[in-house]
């Protein structure tokens, strides 16, 4: 029973420390609704003009959508992308789960 308890311990923090890597939003298990700012501009501005790009799942079984960054300066008329942010939404944890992509400059 010891030996169950301890590696269900390893695991549990195991997964944690998976889940927390890198630069990310904190989840939301029921919602989520987060923009964050993952290029920091050299610029002096950030730009006059604005395009976003999303792509959407759904139960964590089918998704699509194109949310690079030039998907996001082409529905802005962007020429030149200053910064960039990301926003991400979920319902219920995977029952829709939606991330965009913005872009800022001009």
């Not at 998976?18 to 290029?39: V, W």
């Not at 699509?64 to 998907?71: L, N, P, Q, T």
């Not at 020429?79 to 939606?98: F, I, Q, R, T």
């Amino acid at each position: 029973m010891k030996k169950y308890i301890v590696l269900s311990i390893i695991f549990a923090v195991a997964l944690a420390i998976a889940c927390s890597g890198g630069y990310n939003a904190p989840n939301g298990s029921i919602m989520q609704n987060t923009t964050l700012n993952k290029d920091v501009s050299t610029a002096s501005a950030v730009g006059s003009k604005s395009g976003e790009a999303c792509t959407i799942g759904y139960l964590g079984l089918v998704s699509s959508g194109d949310a690079s960054v030039k998907a996001a300066a082409a529905a802005g008329g962007i020429n030149k992308v200053n910064a960039v942010d990301y926003k991400n939404e979920n319902l219920l944890g995977s029952v829709m789960a939606k991330t965009c992509t913005i872009a800022r400059g001009e």
